[in-house]
């Protein structure tokens, strides 16, 4: 015979209609949540394969659903996926049983009642609780570091012993009723706990006042009657505590289960922060009754999408622990960034203006835009692209930018390079080469330099020997009569105008030369080439140098002797996180000798410290560049590669602390040094 | 309170020694033009008495009109209006005889304020020789002005020290660079809204030049000489190289 529904439940249905009211708390209470998101600005977004209407359904399945962001550190992504995981299959339990009792639907009877009602629940309620028991401990005894600073997230304790509560008042009723019915065969919980509790003399009849005195069970369930009222005790409590669970949801930090999945459907699946492009035309139409904030002083000015991501945040502190700001002693911390924000979105302080103040100008302007946070993130929220919104408000609305760093900023402004003082003039780099100009209709390859390269003596180099392995291959080549910048160091400063200034002269200019293919030095080039120029009318076949080189590896072009050198591959955050190219520059590297890894490498590599226009900054606390220069030296490699010239130049700059050797190489220096003559 | 800040267009002041070349004994014209370094800090100086004193704010240029679009920045950074006085001449005595022009065309300056030099010609002549021609007092390396009890407290700035002046009446200061009037950079509104802002061109009026003949120009010529400093106490190294590079005018 089957389970009987509501076994020695009078009215049991009851639980059923106290659903509304539990139901309608938590319909309301994310009506609040979307009534203060709903404030944010809309934004019209492309459309992207694998799309329905604003939601990526993939990333909605993996990141979202699945949670795949989770399980970067193990055992607590276990533990939470036993959790949540647990709790949804008892949530279909619970759902099954509901229509078993309205509809007949037969879920009581057979195969399906043993493997899945009976062992899968049990199973289910076990995992969860071993995973909420995981996490007890783990925030109570062994709480780390990122969890606390700047500030812990309260309401955590309630949660746990309120599903604690749900999954022991569970297994006790389920227990109860086998201990009263027999055995049922596959609840292996309630079946162990029926046998080995003193719920196994209910079973046997053997209820007495002396088994009662030694045991933990209260005198009240002294009797027979008595058990059967604790099986109704704990069935209520079980339900209605189930009940308070779901009700509970948006007005505590549980409320990440609903929002932690429209976060991660909503998110552009483009890796790194995906800061587009601004239009100014508004401002130069004097009929425009309004002008678009620039950057963002207040919530009101953030999209929906960010408006979602502060109240998603869980505080959970994995973006402060991978922060390279954070970690060296900076004032900024992208969770403590979300918590300000998430705490001003709470108190409904949403035209507040002193949200760029509450969250500190050093602190905004200490971001590497490295998106290290973002690639940490188990629920998809874009914490450099907030950063930059503020950013972007205090240089084009306030005016305000640090000092050194101003000072490039007014040297891109008025030279178009942000290369303030330098030493080297536009030709320094190509001294005593030929170098061919860029033809229109001859040339087929614009090969791009860049500021850096141009104007910073180390980062020469990379240009020469670019030329070099160009040369050598017998590729048709390029570079402009003047020297340029792509405008990326004013965008990563926050001056979009100012970027899209330049580029808007850079796009001109290669119309009028017919240019169509690029090769760039600098990840910061090709990220702004691909990313924001496209979106200017500038679209271009842009390829960096180091997956040019090893083109010209596979066909051929290139004929490389492999050195017994132990290199050690250091990823451009622009190059790497932001656009996925992590496999070819060390497909160069293994060619050329022996690649050693960093224990941070690949997605999870730590910035060189120079991004986001920190190249230019004065930096208090620990040198980032000295921090990742150490992990490196700690390889033992004999050379530092990397593939950037701002990763080459504060690499080199970070091992003068600890070596006169010189460590840090590009690329295409290395490749060039192993070009066999033909 | 009316203020008008002098303020020249130049080629790069940064342009790297190797890679400067003349043409007809001035920068060449393929170099970039820009606001001069210490007449940002004039004009940042000014916009902070505007905005402080609720003053209004005149930029008077002596140039081609091809250095307009250079001098909105000026604007952006905060001022009403901007005077550009159209001239060619290198002369100090024209330049200031055509400034006073303008100036006496305004009517009511209170207060002029410029760079302490010029970043192409270097000289630091010019507003002395306006300020005769106004007949008003001359303030050199200006770093700090403030309105005390209808008059001005000034603070000097000088290679060797600093010392407080007060100073009643109308006068041109001449304003040195300091961190407090780094130039701001514009915000994005202003950029646009000088562009909408009023532009008053007027032509220079012929005035005698000064009795000087420029018989030739030279640059520096890249010389590289190495030297290696002890570094047993760095303190003291640096107090060297800095003698150093001061004997040998680097500084």
Not at chain 1, 135 to 149: A, C, M, Q, Y
Not at chain 1, 204 to 223: E, K, Q, R, Y
Request: with cysteine; hydrophobic share 40%; aromatic share 10%.
């Amino acid at each position: 015979m089957g389970r009987i529904p509501y076994w020695n439940i009078s009215y049991g249905i009851l639980i059923d209609a106290f659903a509304i009211p539990f139901v309608a708390l938590f319909v309301y209470g994310m009506y609040r949540w979307w009534k203060l998101i709903r404030q944010g600005r809309a934004r019209i977004r492309p459309d992207f394969p694998g799309k329905l209407g604003p939601i990526y359904l993939r990333a909605l399945f993996t990141k979202g659903i699945l949670g795949t962001k989770i399980y970067k550190k193990p055992y607590t992504g276990i533990a939470h996926g036993c959790l949540f995981w647990g709790m949804v299959l008892l949530f279909i339990g619970t759902a099954l049983v509901f229509l078993n009792v309205l509809f007949g639907v037969p879920v009581f009877n057979g195969i399906f009642n043993r493997w899945f009602m009976s062992f899968t629940l049990d199973l289910a309620g076990l995992a969860a609780l071993g995973g909420l028991l995981f996490l007890l401990i783990r925030r109570g005894f062994f709480s780390p570091e990122r969890l606390t600073v700047p500030k812990e997230r309260n309401g955590f304790i309630s949660i746990v012993i309120l599903l604690g509560l749900i999954l022991v008042t569970g297994f006790l009723a389920e227990a109860a009723r086998i201990a009263y019915n027999g055995t049922d065969p596959g609840a292996f919980v309630g079946n162990w706990l029926a046998q080995n509790t003193p719920l196994a003399h209910l079973a046997a009849g053997s209820i007495t006042p002396d088994v009662i005195a030694g045991t933990w069970f209260p005198p009240l369930f002294g009797d027979t009657q008595g058990w059967l009222v604790f099986h109704q005790y704990m069935w209520w409590m079980h339900g209605l505590l189930a009940l308070a669970f779901i009700a509970y949801i948006p007005y505590s930090p549980l409320v990440h289960v609903v929002l932690a999945p429209v976060n991660a459907a909503l998110a552009d699946p483009l890796p790194g922060p995906k800061m587009g492009v601004m239009d100014f035309s508004s401002f130069e139409d004097e009929e425009a009754e309004d002008t678009p904030p620039l950057g963002a002083a207040k919530l009101t000015d953030f999209t929906y999408k960010r408006l979602i991501d502060y109240t998603t945040c869980l505080w959970c502190g994995r973006c402060h622990e991978v922060c390279p700001a954070a970690q060296t002693g900076k004032t900024l911390s992208p969770k403590g960034v979300m918590v300000t924000l998430a705490e001003y979105l709470q108190q409904g302080k949403l035209e507040d203006e002193s949200l760029v103040d509450a969250v500190s100008s050093d602190a905004v302007f200490s971001c590497t835009t490295c998106a290290a946070c973002m690639e940490a993130c188990p629920v998809c929220i874009n914490q450099p692209k907030t950063i930059m919104k503020l950013r972007q408000h205090l240089i084009m609305e306030r005016s305000e930018i640090p000092e050194l760093m101003g000072k490039a900023h007014s040297s891109l402004e008025l030279r178009q390079h942000p290369f303030f003082g330098t030493g080297a003039g536009q030709k320094d780099w190509r001294k005593d080469l030929e170098v061919p100009i860029f033809e229109a209709g001859k040339t087929e390859y614009l090969l791009w330099i860049g500021c850096s390269v141009t104007y910073e003596e180390r980062a020469q180099k990379i240009a020469r020997e670019m030329v070099n392995i160009l040369d050598h291959a017998g590729v048709s080549y390029g570079i402009l009569e003047e020297a340029r910048c792509t405008g990326d160091p004013a965008k990563q400063m926050g001056n979009e105008f100012l970027f899209n200034e330049l580029a808007e002269q850079n796009i001109e200019e290669f119309s009028e030369l017919g240019v169509k293919k690029i090769i760039t030095l600098c990840p910061h080039c090709y990220n702004s080439f691909v990313r924001h120029y496209s979106k200017l009318g500038g679209v271009y076949e842009v390829t960096p140098h180091s997956v040019f080189i090893k083109v010209l590896m596979e066909s051929g072009k290139l004929n490389l002797t492999k050195s017994t050198k132990t290199i050690c591959y250091h990823d451009p955050c622009y190059l790497g996180r932001r656009n996925n190219i992590l496999d070819e520059p060390r497909e160069v590297v293994s060619s050329i000798g022996e690649l050693v890894e960093m224990p941070r490498n690949r997605r999870e590599s730590f910035c060189c410290g120079g991004g986001g226009g920190n190249y230019w900054a004065e930096e208090e606390g620990t040198r980032i560049n000295q921090v990742r220069t150490r992990e490196a030296l700690d390889t033992n490699a004999d050379v530092i590669a990397t593939a950037c010239p701002f990763c080459l130049l504060m690499i080199t700059d970070g091992s003068k602390k600890f070596t006169e050797e010189q460590k840090a190489f590009d690329i295409a220096e290395l490749v060039s040094m192993q070009l066999k003559d033909d | 309170m009316h203020i008008a800040v002098l303020a020249k267009v130049v080629p790069d002041y940064e342009v790297p020694a190797g890679d400067f070349e003349l043409s007809d004994n001035r920068a060449h014209s393929r170099y970039t033009r820009m606001m001069g370094l210490y007449d940002e800090n004039a004009i940042e100086t000014g916009v902070q008495l505007k905005e402080k004193y609720s003053a209004s704010l005149t930029i008077i240029s002596y140039g081609a009109e091809d250095d307009i679009p250079v001098l909105r920045k000026a604007i952006a950074m905060g001022a009403e209006k901007l005077v550009l006085v159209t001239g060619q001449s290198d002369d100090a005595s024209v330049i200031a005889a055509n400034l006073k022009m303008a100036i006496d065309n305004l009517g009511d300056v209170d207060l002029i304020l410029a760079g302490q030099q010029s970043a192409d010609m270097d000289r630091g002549v010019v507003h002395g020789t306006l300020a005769e021609m106004l007949g008003l007092t001359f303030i050199p390396q200006v770093s700090k002005i403030e309105s005390e009890n209808g008059g001005w407290k000034i603070s000097q700035l000088t290679e060797t020290g600093s010392r407080d002046l007060q100073f009643n009446g109308k006068g041109v200061f001449s304003i040195t660079s300091i961190p407090e009037n780094v130039p701001r950079i514009p915000a994005v509104r202003a950029i646009f809204a000088a562009k909408k802002k009023p532009v008053e061109k007027v032509a220079e009026v012929e005035s005698n030049a000064m009795g000087i003949e420029e018989v030739s120009v030279e640059i520096p010529t890249m010389d590289s000489v190495c030297e290696f400093l002890p570094v047993e106490d760095v303190g003291e190294t640096v107090k060297t190289l800095l003698t150093k590079l001061r004997e040998e005018r680097y500084l």
